[in-house]
């Protein structure tokens, strides 16, 4: 949304629904952070070759109070998925 203030414009900023959340300042969720990292790298940068590391990842973040907790298929992990990831 924009507004016009004297010939001036100004963008007034709002809020994401989803993918802002807390850092993790005290490294609560590096080591997962970083098996995600690495699998990422050794996979070209491609997120669905890493979706147990990605699903174990946002684990940590939600059982910390890092983010809000989700159910799965709202992150996008769905039932096949599931049974590939566990």
């Not at 016009?4 to 969720?29: A, M, N, S, W």
């Not at 983010?67 to 996008?76: A, F, I, P, R, Y």
């Amino acid at each position: 949304m924009t507004s016009y203030t004297l010939g001036q414009k100004y963008i007034t900023p709002t809020k994401p629904e989803r993918g802002v959340f807390p850092l993790d300042h005290e490294g609560e969720c590096k080591e997962t952070m970083l098996k995600y990292m690495l699998c990422l790298s050794r996979h070209d940068n491609k997120p669905s070759q890493c979706q147990a590391e990605s699903k174990d990842y946002f684990q940590c973040r939600m059982d910390r109070k890092l983010m809000k907790k989700h159910e799965w298929e709202d992150l996008g992990y769905f039932q096949e998925q599931q049974g590939k990831t566990s």
